[in-house]
């Protein structure tokens, strides 16, 4: 059955609130240049309409709370609800208010950074970037700004990443207006030591990393990495992605990266996806420190204030101070876990994921890159199949499918990444139906799904022709 849009829905002269009496109209605020010729073209929907609408369409959707989700390199855990109350007394705070009355939601901050300074092995940090590839765009900016402000930034306009490097490493670092080149795994499925070493150079600003990679596999060579990274003064940057895996065991800056960005969305549980907004902080050491964004949370003798005293700063990088309420999530997983809790869900992500693999392998998938993986890992269907099939009969099965055709180097690559918020009942059923999907006929797999709310879409064409809103708006970009 299909679902109208919310536009479908509206008559014309039905609303759900009214504006407070009292607000002035927008042409007494806004100079005439601001305005636009005409009002948006708004659903007019009553209370009830809205809300039945929007609770059907949650209804038809899939995510953490409905199904089993192992989304490699995404770490769709489980999200507490827990951290839905800790954010309760939270919710009100307006962003303008005078600091001096959000001591508490300032004090949260900066206990926060010093965390996650702490878990990263870090110097400083900010809580700014909205995302994972935010945090990404902010941690390359803070390196150009460094070779800049040495003289080297019209000599360094290389970035290096890793064949199995996630899509928003390279584009990250175009971005930030550098050239990009590719280095190329080994057989192990770790960076090439040697094709490295003959990219290296003064013209090299940066290397991107992932550790664990994109494989599932820990790059065992990083610290030779990172010492021909500082000798020829090229900056290594850890893609936080992954972080999941080694957190509370293994730090970033003691492996020798430069920057680094958090997802707490993945890492530290907040909801992400449909369910976001995420966050992205970074942190740096301290060579890197004076340019981090502005303002800055510090602690001082008259409490928790936000500073803007940094004149070697890249600026703002996010209205206000972050998605504040994200922050608060993380802080009250951490609080509730502590390091040695943390410790622990890192060693079950890793154990989940070594299980999960050898249920597949029995089931006849194969696994090009033979680990031992980490938080995740990569499988291939036998052949003959297509990853594509095998993920649309998951979801007539009732599970999420992995990530698809990713990495690059790895044809018809299934990454699957469970989380350790998962039972190992959950991991069993995922396999079996995993190896029910190898016993369909070929028709029957090319067909799937066929009882979910959408059937299989013609993807090609909506990429190549997207149609991006309901409709277009005469005189406006």
């Avoid at 942190?283 to 936000?306: D, F």
Wanted: glycine share 10%.
């Amino acid at each position: 059955m299909s679902f109208p849009l919310i536009f479908e829905r509206s008559r014309k002269g039905r609303r759900g609130l009214r504006l407070v009496k009292g607000v002035p109209p927008a042409e007494d605020l806004l100079p005439q240049e601001f305005l636009r010729p005409s009002p948006p073209r708004l659903p007019e929907v009553d209370e009830l309409t809205l809300v039945r609408h929007y609770t059907g369409l949650s209804r038809r959707q899939v995510g953490v709370d409905t199904t089993f989700y192992p989304l490699g390199s995404c770490t769709m855990k489980y999200n507490p609800k827990l951290h839905e109350e800790a954010v309760r007394p939270f919710a009100h705070l307006h962003p303008y208010q005078d600091p001096g009355t959000a001591q508490g939601a300032l004090e949260l901050m900066w206990q926060l950074a010093e965390y996650l300074k702490a878990l990263t092995g870090m110097d400083a940090i900010t809580l700014q970037p909205a995302a994972g590839a935010h945090g990404e765009l902010t941690g390359i900016l803070i390196i150009r700004a460094y070779h800049e402000d040495r003289g080297e930034g019209k000599t360094r306009r290389l970035v290096l990443v890793p064949d199995s490097a996630h899509g928003s490493n390279p584009a990250t670092a175009s971005m930030a207006g550098y050239g990009v080149k590719e280095v190329p795994s080994g057989p192990d499925g770790e960076v090439d030591l040697e094709a490295l070493k003959r990219e290296l150079g003064p013209h090299v600003a940066a290397i991107m990393l992932t550790n664990p990679n994109t494989l599932g596999l820990f790059e065992r060579r990083i610290l030779e990495i990172s010492r021909l990274a500082k000798e020829a003064g090229v900056q290594l940057y850890y893609d936080g992605a992954n972080l999941n895996a080694i957190l509370g065991w293994a730090r970033p800056g003691d492996m020798g990266f430069d920057v680094v960005h958090l997802n707490l969305h993945k890492t530290f549980t907040v909801p992400h996806g449909g369910g976001g907004p995420g966050s992205g902080p970074v942190g740096v050491r301290a060579h890197l420190a004076p340019y981090l964004p502005v303002p800055t949370v510090e602690r001082g003798e008259e409490g928790v204030y936000l500073s803007f005293d940094r004149p070697k700063s890249i600026g703002r990088v996010r209205s206000f101070y972050g998605n504040f309420l994200a922050l608060v999530r993380a802080w009250a997983y951490i609080r509730t876990l502590g390091l040695p809790g943390l410790k622990r869900a890192a060693a079950l992500s890793v154990l989940n994921a070594r299980y999960l693999e050898e249920l597949l392998k029995e089931k006849g998938y194969r696994v090009p890159y033979e680990g031992p993986c980490m938080h995740e890992f990569v499988a291939q269907p036998p052949q003959g199949f297509r990853a594509l099939d095998i993920a649309k009969g998951l979801l007539e099965l009732g599970f999420h499918p992995p990530t698809v055709y990713f990495p690059l180097i790895v044809k018809e690559a299934l990454m699957v990444e469970p989380t350790e918020t998962e039972s190992k009942e959950t991991l069993e059923a995922f396999a079996e139906a995993m190896g029910a999907l190898l016993q369909k006929p070929k028709e029957w797999l090319e067909g799937a799904p066929y009882s979910t709310p959408v059937r299989r879409l013609d993807e090609l064409r909506a990429n190549r022709q997207p149609k991006l809103t309901h409709f277009d708006e005469p005189g406006l970009p």
